[in-house]
């Protein structure tokens, strides 16, 4: 069997934002302002940056945890858990997180910093919106 489908979703919203500095007080703002309370992840290429952004996030109130393939088995199914269960709104992660992910209430997925390759893009920010509502995708 065979299934051709198009990377184009017409319910997912594109959108870069000016990124000044670490770009950690724009992400904060932008879900405080715009996604309280609903379901997101924040795409960083470094294992470090995932932890200072869930840093930054949980100073400001937001529930966030981080995942990389550097944490131990434990430590990555106890914050994919309390993602999925909607205890905490955001996760921050590197690329290695997302295969098998199909959680359908993602409202939003920031790209923190360039993603390797267009593909890879595609690939990230299309977990957003699996329900068919609108979502958002942005890169800082």
């Known amino acids: 069997m065979v299934i051709k489908q198009t990377p184009n979703r017409e319910n997912l919203i ?3 934002m000016e990124k000044k500095s670490n770009g950690f007080d724009a992400i904060v703002s932008l879900i405080k302002q715009k996604f309280s309370d609903q ?3 924040v795409y960083c290429n470094q294992r470090k940056d995932t932890a200072d952004v869930v840093y930054h996030l949980r100073r400001a109130g937001i529930n966030a945890v981080f995942f990389h393939a550097g944490m131990d ?6 914050s994919v858990d309390s993602w999925k269960s909607g205890e905490a709104h955001v996760i921050c992660a590197t690329m290695a997180f997302g295969m098998g992910i199909d959680k359908s209430n993602v409202r939003f997925v920031i790209h923190h910093s360039m993603p390797k390759d267009l593909e890879s893009y595609v690939q990230e ?5 699996r329900d068919g509502n609108s979502a958002h995708c942005y890169i800082a």
């Open 39 to 41: 379901c997101g992840i």
């Open 14 to 16: 594109y959108h870069i």
């Open 73 to 78: 088995i434990h430590s990555k199914q106890a």
């Open 125 to 129: 920010s299309g977990r957003a919106g």
